[in-house]
Nanobody, 117 residues
């Protein structure tokens, strides 16, 4: 069963922008009760935390993306977003959505982001 589905990845030039979306199955849970996060993993590297958006609306970012990426959510749409601006080749990775509560921890299947000229 798929509880989180990412979309919006693709190929962009350096300096370009993408917006990733992560849609949660409301049949399973509502993200308004969840802390949401984006992670990424490049080939040969460990998965790293990119951004967090808590159920209370606070946010935090990896130093490497501060000022360029913005995490947000629509509780009405049960969806979390990652707006990525000023993309760099170093941002190339598979991006994963994560949803955490006291009870559960869900992961999406990932969406590929490639930044290349």
């Amino acid at each position: 069963q798929v509880e989180l589905v990412e979309s919006g990845g693709g190929l962009v030039q350096p300096g370009g922008s993408l917006r990733l979306s992560c849609a949660a199955s409301r049949r399973i849970f509502s993200i308004n009760t969840m802390d949401m996060a984006w992670y990424r993993q490049a080939p040969g590297k460990q998965r790293e935390l990119v951004a967090i958006n808590t159920r209370n609306g606070s946010t935090d970012y990896a130093d490497s993306v501060k000022g360029r990426f913005t995490i947000s959510r629509s509780n009405a749409k049960n969806t979390v977003y990652l707006q990525m601006n000023s993309l760099k080749p170093e941002d190339t990775a598979v991006y994963y959505c994560n949803a955490v509560s006291y009870y559960t921890n869900y992961w999406g299947q990932g969406t590929q982001v490639t930044v290349s000229s």
